[in-house]
């Protein structure tokens, strides 16, 4: 039996040749998934463990998708350090970081400095609580992305006044439906086979 860290590397080591298992030992700081955990002067504090092979790569901005997309990428980048960051000077210190990156990715700073004021304005209790998921009726409107029809998000909200108009109607959109884009193929779809065509028999 196992009594020490080393021991237990060891022994679960010894299971297959192929397959080797690494441990880190800490008295200050240990890292879980994304997540660094440091004890100082008895206190525990989070901030963001960055992984040595994290290329830190987003989507480019000048790429086919929506801009609700692209917008919600960087606040929800912003929103992950702000609910990991235990005390607010890191969140700061962090927050520089991802700008780069998305600089880099073609993002207007404008479209980066208003993710960042409107995360900076949520509190990190409030982040930290389970919220429960309430199950919504709306419809969903489902469409191939294009830029061109980026207004028909506001015009179904604007007539759902009108289908409640009609009685038959009047029961299916009880809230307005939502507008979602389905994925475009990728050169992935195109160069791999979606299914595989039978097989032939073969007779004697």
């Given amino acids: 039996m196992a009594r020490t860290l080393g021991d237990l590397k060891q022994h679960v080591n010894n299971f297959h040749y192929s397959i080797k298992f690494t441990t880190e030992s800490s008295y200050t700081q240990m890292s879980f998934l994304h997540v660094l955990v440091k004890l100082y002067h008895g206190q525990i504090s989070t901030s963001v463990y960055h992984k040595p ?3 830190h790569q987003f989507l480019n901005f000048h790429s086919f998708h929506s801009l ?3 917008k919600s990428i960087v606040y929800r980048q912003c929103v992950r350090l702000k609910r990991i960051c235990s ?9 520089i970081s991802p700008t780069q990156y998305f600089l880099s990715a073609g993002y207007p ?4 400095r208003q993710a960042i004021a409107k995360a900076s304005t949520l509190r990190r209790d409030d982040l930290l609580k389970y919220k429960v998921k309430s ?3 709306c419809i969903l ?7 061109h029809i980026s207004a028909l998000s506001n015009n179904l909200k604007r007539e759902f006044t009108s289908f409640r108009d009609y009685t038959h109607l009047k029961d299916l959109f009880l809230e307005p439906p939502i507008l979602t884009f ?4 990728t050169l992935d779809s195109f160069s791999l ?3 595989f065509p039978p097989q032939k028999q073969r007779t004697v």
């Fill in 53 to 55: 092979t994290d290329t």
């Fill in 68 to 70: 609700a997309l692209k």
């Fill in 87 to 95: 005390h607010s000077e890191q969140y700061k210190r962090e927050i």
């Fill in 109 to 112: 700073l404008t479209f980066i």
């Fill in 135 to 137: 199950n919504s009726s």
């Fill in 141 to 147: 409107f489902a469409a191939q992305f294009h830029p």
């Fill in 182 to 185: 389905r994925s475009h193929p």
């Fill in 193 to 195: 086979p979606q299914s």
